[in-house]
Structures are given as structure tokens and as C-alpha cells.
């Protein structure tokens, strides 16, 4: 008898310490995961939402449901496990043909906010071709989350590298780097956020008035002083994170 119950006494013991550790791994607390991307999905034409929006799909007949401006559903939004993920749209575009939609990536940037990013490359030759739809699968977040989507337009180009020194442009940019593009009438200068991707290859540059034709990719982004209006002399100042650069 006293066997019996040191056993069941052990498998109680057992059953609720695995119950135990099950409910640690929900918290409560905070019930918003870490941003992971499980799969990063092609653009196709068209719009799902508003442009500059997303939208957080959580089950089979929410995306039935958001898809009703499209034909049918595309392949690579069937069989989605939304027991475990959750799909992110989004609808963006400039106007122009997407040259190639370079890469995604997802952030979590507070307690139920989250940044979806997206880098474009555009071909500007051809334009007037309306949105186009974007979209992640990442592990599930809950349908209350506010996800921002931002797009970033990749630049490919070629210009001059230089190197600004005090009071040479403007009073906002001294003592950095700048790649101008010189289009005539207007002169852009797309000043250099991450000098670090430069390995010290152009310092050169900064004891001397010399530039350099390279040619170069990268993508824009806001700052205080970004797309300032045109000075009297025709000067466009942007701020730009390289991703390539190399000499002519």
C-alpha cells in the first residue's frame, strides 16, 4: 500500500512539474516574440492594403479574405502553417518597374512594434506600372502588433568621391565623405553615412582637393538635414549607406 502511494505520489510530482515547465515558455508578460523571418517572398503587382501599409495575417481566411483585389491567391501564400507563423503584406512602389527587390529584413523595435523593411532596386526607364505587393512569413506575432513598413530605394550609379572639409558645402556637413553626381543644372551630393564600409581605402582623400570617378550602390536614408531644398547654386545634399563602391 505504501508503495502504491509513493508512486502516484512520483507521477503527480512528475505530471505537474512538466506542466510547470510547458507554461514557462508562454510569458504572459509579454506575449510578443523576437523578430525572425522563417521566409522572404517574392513582390508581384498589384496592392492588398493601403500603399505605405501592412497588413497581419494569422490564419488561412484572413488571406483569403485581404486577397479579394487579386485573381487568386499566388502559390507561395498556400500551405502556410498558421499555427506557428504569421504572414506580413505590404503595399509599396514608387511608379516605376521593380528592377529587383534586393532583400527583407524585420525588426522588433518595441513591446508590440516591429519594422519591416524592404530594399528595392528600381528600373526608372520604365514607369507608370502602379504598386506592388511585398511579404514576409515570420514566427507568430499577434494581430494587435503594429508593424511599419519602409522601403528603401537602392541607388546605382556613378559620381565623383571627395572629401568635404570644414565649410566647403554647407554649415550640416564638414569632415565627411561625399559621392556628387553632377546632372547639369543640379549637383547631388549623396554624403556618406557609413565611412567605416570604406576601409580607409579613399583617405587619401581627405589631405588633398582630389576626387575620384567610382561607381556605386547604396540606398537613402532620412536625417535631419536629408533632401534639404536647392541652394542658390543648384546643390542637392542626401544622405546614402553604401553597399558598393568601387574605382573607375
Given at each position: 500500500?505504501?508503495?502504491?502511494?509513493?508512486?502516484?505520489?512520483?507521477?503527480?510530482?512528475?505530471?505537474?512539474?512538466?506542466?510547470?515547465?510547458?507554461?514557462?515558455?508562454?510569458?504572459?508578460?509579454?506575449?510578443?516574440?523576437?523578430?525572425?523571418?522563417?521566409?522572404?517572398?517574392?513582390?508581384?503587382?498589384?496592392?492588398?492594403?493601403?500603399?505605405?501599409?501592412?497588413?497581419?495575417?494569422?490564419?488561412?481566411?484572413?488571406?483569403?479574405?485581404?486577397?479579394?483585389?487579386?485573381?487568386?491567391?499566388?502559390?507561395?501564400?498556400?500551405?502556410?502553417?498558421?499555427?506557428?507563423?504569421?504572414?506580413?503584406?505590404?503595399?509599396?512602389?514608387?511608379?516605376?518597374?521593380?528592377?529587383?527587390?534586393?532583400?527583407?529584413?524585420?525588426?522588433?523595435?518595441?513591446?508590440?512594434?516591429?519594422?519591416?523593411?524592404?530594399?528595392?532596386?528600381?528600373?526608372?526607364?520604365?514607369a507608370c506600372v502602379g504598386t506592388f505587393v511585398c511579404g514576409i512569413i515570420v514566427d507568430k506575432?499577434?494581430?494587435?502588433?503594429?508593424?511599419?513598413?519602409?522601403?528603401?530605394?537602392?541607388?546605382?550609379?556613378?559620381?565623383?568621391?571627395?572629401?568635404?572639409?570644414?565649410?566647403?558645402?554647407?554649415?550640416?556637413?564638414?569632415?565627411?565623405?561625399?559621392?556628387?553626381?553632377?546632372?547639369?543644372?543640379?549637383?547631388?551630393?549623396?554624403?556618406?553615412?557609413?565611412?567605416?564600409?570604406?576601409?580607409?581605402?579613399?583617405?587619401?582623400?581627405?589631405?588633398?582637393?582630389?576626387?575620384?570617378?567610382?561607381?556605386?550602390?547604396?540606398?537613402?536614408?532620412?536625417?535631419?538635414?536629408?533632401?534639404?531644398?536647392i541652394s542658390p547654386y543648384g546643390i542637392i545634399c542626401k544622405n546614402i549607406v553604401l553597399t558598393s563602391i568601387e574605382q573607375l
Open positions: 500500500m505504501k508503495l502504491k502511494v509513493i508512486i502516484i505520489a512520483i507521477l503527480t510530482l512528475f505530471l505537474f512539474l512538466n506542466i510547470s515547465c510547458e507554461k514557462e515558455t508562454i510569458n504572459d508578460d509579454n506575449p510578443y516574440p523576437n523578430a525572425k523571418i522563417i521566409k522572404e517572398l517574392p513582390f508581384i503587382y498589384g496592392n492588398v492594403c493601403e500603399q505605405g501599409k501592412t497588413i497581419i495575417i494569422n490564419s488561412q481566411q484572413e488571406l483569403n479574405s485581404v486577397w479579394n483585389s487579386m485573381d487568386s491567391v499566388p502559390d507561395f501564400l498556400t500551405n502556410i502553417d498558421f499555427q506557428s507563423h504569421t504572414l506580413i503584406l505590404g503595399t509599396t512602389g514608387n511608379g516605376n518597374e521593380v528592377s529587383e527587390l534586393n532583400k527583407q529584413t524585420f525588426e522588433k523595435m518595441g513591446n508590440n512594434q516591429y519594422k519591416y523593411s524592404v530594399f528595392v532596386y528600381y528600373c526608372l526607364s520604365n506575432i499577434p494581430s494587435n502588433s503594429q508593424v511599419a513598413l519602409i522601403e528603401n530605394e537602392l541607388l546605382e550609379d556613378e559620381g565623383e568621391i571627395y572629401y568635404i572639409k570644414e565649410g566647403e558645402l554647407n554649415q550640416y556637413h564638414n569632415n565627411q565623405f561625399c559621392i556628387v553626381i553632377d546632372q547639369g543644372a543640379i549637383k547631388i551630393n549623396y554624403i556618406i553615412s557609413n565611412e567605416d564600409f570604406l576601409q580607409g581605402q579613399y583617405d587619401y582623400l581627405k589631405l588633398d582637393n582630389q576626387s575620384l570617378n567610382v561607381k556605386f550602390s547604396g540606398y537613402e536614408i532620412e536625417h535631419e538635414t536629408h533632401n534639404q531644398p
